[in-house]
């Protein structure tokens, strides 16, 4: 319990860790096929590493998402109540 606690109290501190290893690993794929290219014609396909960091961008915007409709959206200790609109109070 104590576990995810902390992960809660530094998701963006995670988050911002993810960011920068997953760049890491796209500019080192990146630099990999494109020497390899040209070096021994391995044919690696460099648009991939593009379509990879896109893939953890669009993940990182749905964590985003999540923490701000979870923690913004609805009074703190109460569970949000789809049946319940705001105008009808």
Not at 28 to 36: E, I, L, P, T
Not at 45 to 73: E, H, P, R, T
């Amino acid at each position: 319990m104590i576990f995810l606690t902390k992960i809660k109290n530094h998701i963006a501190v995670i988050c911002i860790g993810f960011g920068l290893l997953a760049a890491a690993v796209v500019l080192f794929s990146w630099a990999y096929g494109y020497w390899s290219n040209g070096l021994y014609g391995t044919h690696f396909q460099i648009d991939s590493c593009w379509q990879g960091i896109s893939a953890c961008g669009m993940g990182l915007v749905g964590l985003f998402k999540w923490l701000v409709d979870s923690s913004k959206n609805s009074p703190v200790g109460i569970f949000p109540n789809n049946n319940e609109r705001k105008d009808d109070k």
